[in-house]
């Protein structure tokens, strides 16, 4: 009589494609490729500052002396050099993004795309670099602008608010700029939509003056932009809510809610960002 042994089948283990240690890995040696990059274009790291400092340490003082130091109670000076956050972010994210095209035409871009890395790791290794530089560009730039004379009131609590609605700004900024990058071929058609995205919006964002003495229909187009909400926070931050301009925005009596709010509209504003680079990135690496 024959005894037959059932045969368990072994087990089938199925691997991930993108395992939290090696998507880490993938991201910091990415991201250490673009810093290495960066440094080695010192356009990237000094250019984007020179207007925002030309505003903080000569043209901020200008304006104070000649319309005086002080407007509603709130310092002029410090009020527009705050405001230089607002062109510096977006100048410094457009130069990150003229970079990808310059990667992707020159670089070594294709190799990435052909090792075995998502793609979204391409973008948020670039964001992570363009960030820390952010960080250390607005550093200099508040630090010279104090220097300059601007008084700011810096607490733990303000410092939050700051870095919360700089961090945010930051990445939905670059999140443009990326999908500018993945659509637009040439250099020179980047930089020629880089006034529309980066400067223009400066004007009208309460950058200078309050958006409640813009027409109509400029106070309402003023506030769908994240420019607006971000610039908002950064003073209630810094300077506190009466130089916040909070109020023109939602019309509210409690500054922390209406901060609240207005760093939420900031928060999408990154959120479809980083997904608009990603998905433009992704689309663009296929053809």
């Known amino acids: 009589m024959t005894t037959m042994t059932a045969i368990r089948p072994l087990p089938v283990r199925t691997r991930s494609a993108a395992p939290r240690p090696a998507a880490f890995n993938a991201l ?9 990059l960066s440094v080695r274009t010192p356009r990237e ?3 984007p500052l020179l207007t925002p400092v030309l505003f903080a340490l000569v043209i901020a003082p200008a304006l104070r002396d000649a319309l005086g130091a002080t407007h509603g109670g709130v310092d002029y000076m410090s ?18 993004g003229l ?16 090792a075995p890395v998502r793609r979204a790791l391409l973008v948020l290794g670039n964001l992570v670099v363009v960030v820390a530089i952010t960080a250390v560009q607005l550093a200099v730039l508040v630090v010279l602008a104090a220097i300059r004379g601007a008084t700011f009131d810096i607490t733990a609590a303000g410092l939050a608010w700051f ?13 443009i700029a990326e999908a500018m990058a993945s659509r637009i071929g040439r250099q020179e058609e980047f930089i020629s939509a880089t006034p529309a995205v980066a400067i223009v919006p400066w ?18 187009f003023a506030k769908f932009l994240p420019l607006t909400h971000a610039l908002a926070v950064v003073r209630y931050g810094l300077m506190g ?11 509210m009596s409690n500054p922390t809610a209406m901060a609240a709010l207005s760093l939420g509209v900031v928060a ?12 433009t990135f992704s689309k663009a690496a296929v053809h």
């Not at 870095?163 to 999140?175: E, K």
């Open 28 to 36: 910091r040696t990415l991201a250490a490729r673009r810093f290495a």
């Open 45 to 47: 790291l000094v250019v």
């Open 79 to 96: 009020f527009v050099a705050l405001a230089t956050v607002g062109l510096l972010i977006p100048l410094n994210t457009q130069f990150a």
């Open 99 to 114: 970079s990808v095209i310059v990667d992707r035409l020159s670089g070594a871009q294709r190799e990435l795309l052909a």
């Open 163 to 175: 870095v919360g609605a700089v961090l945010l700004f930051t990445i939905g900024m670059y999140g």
């Open 203 to 220: 004007f009208f964002a309460g950058s200078l003056f309050p958006i409640s003495v813009l027409p109509g229909f400029l106070d309402v």
């Open 241 to 251: 809510a009466r130089a916040s301009g909070l109020t023109n925005i939602w019309g």
């Open 268 to 279: 999408v504003f990154a959120v479809l960002g980083v997904t608009l680079a990603v998905r």
